[in-house]
């Protein structure tokens, strides 16, 4: 039995489901997000209560799948709405002499000691901004957000030695001694 499965969802005010077969789209101030969900899960809206429910076939219950779908549709749902409600957001830290961040249109240009900028096209969803050598990404879609994070720290991994790179700001980069000349 999932622990988290069989938790129900509270939906806020201002927030709009619909469920149409396995699709299921929330519409709130931050977004709207569809998802479809595992065939092994019933999923069920009730308005006056204002409560989702996820639920499995008891026939299904001893498929490992079936109990691991279980769990991971109701979180998905979950963070669908506070997505769309709250929104998620990131943020990411570049290191390095001379090395900046700017947003250009729809692309966000990295200047990180390479011969040329690396563009990076923005998502559509997606808000990037940057101040100085922070850059914040925000957005309705948690996994679009770390996504795009990922592959921002992906283009220049912080390094041990000398700590350039770009990082998240919470993250801590183990410092490395160099070596040691003489005796």
């Not at 101030?29 to 429910?53: A, R």
């Not at 709405?81 to 900046?100: F, L, P, R, S």
């Amino acid at each position: 039995m999932s622990r988290i499965g069989k938790k129900p969802i509270s939906v806020p005010a201002g927030v709009k489901i619909q469920l149409n077969g396995r699709v299921i789209s929330v519409e709130g101030p931050k977004g709207k997000l569809s998802m479809t969900h595992s065939s092994y899960v019933t999923v069920k809206w009730t308005e006056s209560e204002k409560s989702i429910t996820c639920t499995i076939d008891p026939k299904f219950a001893e498929l490992r799948q079936a109990r691991a779908d279980w769990g991971t549709t109701r979180a998905l749902i979950q963070n669908m709405i506070q997505g769309a409600t709250k929104g998620y957001e990131q943020k990411m830290e570049v290191v390095g002499v001379g090395w900046t961040a700017a947003v250009a249109g729809k692309q966000l240009k990295l200047v990180v000691g390479l011969a040329s900028p690396i563009l990076m096209d923005i998502p559509v969803g997606l808000n990037v901004s940057v101040d100085k050598s922070m850059v914040t990404i925000s957005g309705a879609d948690r996994q679009a957000v770390g996504q795009f994070a990922a592959e921002m720290r992906a283009k220049r991994k912080p390094e041990p030695y000398n700590g350039k790179g770009i990082k998240y700001v919470e993250e801590v980069i183990k410092r490395k001694q160099g070596k040691q000349f003489g005796s």
